[in-house]
């Protein structure tokens, strides 16, 4: 008797598996592409000036480069200490830098396919270069910005921010000024020619609640979005820092502070998930629509108008919005359920959904305007056609 139970047992436990695998088992849309090589998650990609180049950061500790029309590996960068969580080529697409979990940098030059140079700093938070030179900046979690110019990269500056990461950041003012959003929820405009700021908001008025956690521009309407923990968007003017107004995105029925206290009977991982549903992972300003797209975690997009600062749409995504990107009137995004959607932003209407992964995205960009390419927790990554 004891003997049948432990097989009832057993059998129960593996149809409990069996039943697990059946829900992980997703079925995915065809790919024109799927480049593979990592052995662990890929956090990050990017893709050259000319479309022919796709670089890849993942777990494993490497950055690799394949050629987008075959998938065949050009360059494997070893060396890194930790995953790699950033990887972006020059505007010319002559040189690749990456970066890691830990700090280190290193630069790939993409003709002789070797490495010219590498830095350490503390726990990097974001790495990009100018878009018009060799100019290279980071962030990190202890506030600074740096800035290096090339080809030597001997040449540096620094820009101490407060005592919390510089945890996003974009270019402004025709590329002359670095706007840098931090953990303490404070936004700073440096001046990169004297390394100074040159507007700040950092009072309890104007600052974020939580940390920044991301932040896009507009150049046709002089505009920053910044999106933060709190759930909350701030807008403000690029070319003088002048505050405009605060947008609130947090999800319908949700209370007025990420910061009140925590509900009756609420133990401490509750209330921080809680709250953690209202961050906001992606802020995307149209390049020629006065129309701003914010993802959240808790798996909302919404579609303000800038001038009025009304909200136009408010659709759910199903699942946590990862990235988002404008193309036209087009908004693509990224979810944690492994899909990418098109929506069309002046009607809020979905026009395409891409099973692309079992798991999660965590990184796409567009090629062109009829590719889309995604890198996966299930470590790898696929070029997918989007006719619109």
Request: glycine share 8%; aromatic share 6%.
């Amino acid at each position: 008797m004891d003997d049948m139970g432990l097989d009832e047992d057993e059998n129960d436990n593996n149809e409990e598996e069996d039943d697990d695998d059946d829900e992980e088992e997703i079925e995915c849309d065809p790919f024109l592409l799927k480049l593979e090589g990592h052995t662990g998650a890929i956090f990050c990609l990017d893709v050259s000036a000319n479309n022919s180049l796709i670089a890849t950061g993942s777990e494993d500790d490497t950055a690799m480069v394949f050629h987008s029309q075959n998938a065949e590996i050009v360059l494997k960068c070893q060396g890194h200490k930790d995953s790699v969580t950033c990887v972006r080529f020059s505007h010319d697409s002559q040189y690749l830098a990456t970066g890691d979990l830990s700090g280190l940098i290193k630069v790939w030059k993409m003709a002789s396919k070797e490495e010219i140079w590498s830095f350490e700093l503390s726990d990097l938070e974001w790495l990009q270069w100018h878009p018009k030179g060799l100019v290279l900046f980071a962030g990190t979690v202890d506030g600074q910005v740096w800035m290096w110019k090339g080809p030597q990269f001997v040449e540096t500056k620094t820009m101490q921010g407060p005592n919390a990461a510089c945890s996003a950041a974009v270019l402004v003012n025709q590329d002359r000024c670095l706007c840098c959003g931090y953990g303490d929820g404070s936004l700073r405009i440096w001046d990169l020619k004297s390394a100074a700021v040159a507007h700040s908001l950092t009072d309890r008025h104007h600052a974020h609640e939580g940390q920044v956690n991301c932040i896009d521009c507009s150049t046709e309407f002089n505009l920053i979005a910044t999106g933060g923990l709190d759930g909350i968007v701030e807008l403000v003017q690029s070319n003088n820092g002048k505050f405009i107004t605060k947008l609130d995105c947090r999800p319908r029925g949700g209370e007025g502070s990420s910061q009140q206290q925590r509900r009756e009977g609420e133990d401490e991982e509750d209330a921080e998930e809680r709250e953690n549903k209202n961050s906001i992972e992606s802020v995307a300003l149209a390049s020629r629509l006065p129309l701003l797209a914010v993802g959240t975690l808790a798996g909302e997009l919404l579609v303000w108008d800038c001038h009025t600062t009304m909200l136009r749409h408010r659709f759910s995504n199903e699942a946590g919005v990862v990235k988002l990107l404008w193309l036209d009137h087009w908004i693509f995004t990224a979810g944690l359920d492994g899909c990418v959607r098109v929506f069309d932003g002046r009607s809020g209407s979905l026009l395409k959904k891409l099973q692309c992964h079992s798991k999660e995205i965590l990184d796409f960009r567009l090629i062109g305007r009829s590719q889309v390419i995604t890198a996966s927790e299930d470590q790898s990554v696929k070029v997918f056609s989007v006719e619109l």
